[in-house]
């Protein structure tokens, strides 16, 4: 009788896996970029050299590229899981374990994000004070509000914004 228990806390565990940073209310949980489009949103903007951020880099797909592409690479990851995950994946790349709402930005040339609407008003703000002018946001799937949008893939699902 002890399985039903224990799939049932594998369950529990799986779920929360997924769910924790949504649950805990500090972003985004599921959800992965598609590759195809990490990829075009790497034609588009040009990280060599490029000090590149992924806010909530998840299992490092779009991270490890950005340091392939030769970014500066720098990943922050609230999930313990999906960090460990990522920094085995993404040799060469700086992987923080924490918040990405406390990780300053002023030195990033590109930010990447995949989080939810209401993550990105907020992101929004963060990115106001600390992005130095000039820096790139790019938002797969979902739109930062306020911010000046200088390309959109339709096909993709990317926003593209500019820092004034
Ligand atoms: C929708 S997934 C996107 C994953 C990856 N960026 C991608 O595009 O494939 C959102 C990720 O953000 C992470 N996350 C959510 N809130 C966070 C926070 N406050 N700080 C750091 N990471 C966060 C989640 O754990 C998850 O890995």
């Given at each position: 009788?002890?399985?039903?228990?224990?799939?049932?806390?594998?369950?529990?565990?799986?779920?929360?896996?997924?769910?924790?940073?949504?649950?805990?209310?500090?972003?985004?949980?599921?959800?992965?970029?598609?590759?195809?489009?990490?990829?075009?949103?790497?034609?588009?903007?040009?990280?060599?050299?490029?000090?590149?951020?992924?806010?909530?880099?998840?299992?490092?797909?779009?991270?490890?590229?950005?340091?392939?592409?030769?970014?500066?690479?720098?990943?922050?990851?609230?999930?313990?899981?999906?960090w460990l995950?990522c920094r085995a994946?993404c040799?060469?790349?700086?992987v923080?374990?924490?918040?990405?709402?406390?990780?300053?930005?002023?030195?990033?040339?590109?930010?990447?994000?995949?989080?939810?609407?209401?993550?990105?008003?907020?992101?929004?703000?963060?990115?106001?004070?600390?992005?130095?002018?000039?820096?790139?946001?790019?938002?797969?799937?979902?739109?930062?509000?306020?911010?000046?949008?200088?390309?959109?893939?339709?096909?993709?699902?990317?926003?593209?914004?500019?820092?004034?």
């Open positions: 009788m002890i399985w039903p228990l224990v799939f049932f806390i594998a369950l529990l565990a799986f779920f929360l896996h997924l769910m924790w940073p949504h649950i805990s209310g500090r972003g985004a949980g599921y959800g992965r970029s598609d590759l195809r489009a990490a990829e075009r949103a790497l034609e588009l903007v040009d990280v060599r050299g490029k000090t590149f951020y992924e806010l909530g880099c998840g299992y490092g797909d779009v991270l490890a590229m950005a340091a392939r592409a030769g970014a500066r690479a720098k990943g922050v990851e609230l999930d313990p899981i999906r995950i994946r040799r060469g790349c700086e923080v374990l924490g918040d990405m709402f406390k990780v300053p930005l002023n030195d990033a040339d590109v930010v990447y994000i995949f989080q939810w609407p209401s993550v990105n008003e907020k992101l929004a703000e963060k990115f106001e004070k600390e992005l130095k002018p000039g820096a790139l946001v790019i938002s797969y799937y979902w739109e930062v509000p306020g911010m000046e949008l200088v390309l959109y893939d339709e096909r993709h699902k990317l926003y593209i914004y500019r820092k004034k």
